[in-house]
């Protein structure tokens, strides 16, 4: 089964390619979390293998954080909605009380500085109860040790959140290791869905940006989705 999220331009800001895909899986997990090295986060040495430079890491941490103020300050309580920013990219998960305030989200979202696309899969219904947050936080911690234990894949790659059992995954990845990393999660326990909202780049825009990384062991088996 084949999904596509809703992608948006935000205010004048120009539409890129997403390349969106469905699967089974479910959890909730960010690629960007610190590494932990002997009990202390390594945050440089996340920020050494990110695919972002710094500071796009930082602008995008500065997007999730005023979006999600700016959101708490028109809405209140009256709605989920959890900003999430790779590439100042934003996909947009959560639940809203009614389809009319689906574009006061979006328009509030477009007024955030540097932020270029909007993927927006907001749902109309109530917000999951903490059993059902938990079992999604458990799937994606699941799904972040499965690609650690890829060899063949950069985890820090790839950002993942999952939302009422729908894993999302995003990243700046060639065409491979989109599709290694869909194979990767199809066989987590829990998962029921994914969609990538991933930006596709050529193995020689890969070997331009992470000259540092080794390149990606090959699997033995069939990475077609």
């Known amino acids: 089964m084949t999904t596509s999220a809703r992608t948006l331009p935000a205010r004048p800001l120009r539409l890129a390619a997403v ?55 028109e809405f209140g309580d009256r709605t989920r909605v959890l900003v999430h920013s790779y590439n100042r990219r934003v996909l947009l998960v959560g639940q809203i009380p009614r389809e009319s305030d689906r574009a006061r989200v979006l328009q509030v979202i477009s007024t955030v500085d540097n932020v270029q696309h909007i993927v927006d899969e907001l749902t109309v219904e109530n917000s999951p109860n903490l ?67 991933f930006e596709i780049i050529t193995e020689e825009e890969l070997a331009r940006s992470v000259p540092q990384q080794p390149p990606p062991v090959t699997s033995g088996g069939n990475t077609s989705r």
């Open 131 to 197: 059993r059902e947050r938990s079992s999604d936080t458990l799937v994606t911690t699941r799904v972040r040790a499965a690609l650690v234990d890829a060899k063949d894949l950069f985890a820090n790659s790839f950002k993942v959140t999952t939302e009422q059992g729908t894993t999302y995954l995003m990243g700046r990845v060639t065409q491979r290791e989109a599709d290694r990393a869909t194979e990767v999660v199809r066989g987590v326990p829990g998962v029921l869905r994914v969609v990538r909202v």
């Open 19 to 73: 390349v969106l895909g469905a699967t089974l899986l479910g959890g909730v997990l960010t690629a960007c979390a610190p590494l932990v090295v002997g009990g202390a986060a390594a945050t440089g040495v996340l920020v050494a293998t990110d695919r972002r430079t710094s500071a796009t890491q930082l602008e995008d941490q500065t997007i999730e954080l005023r979006a999600a103020s700016r959101i708490r300050d």
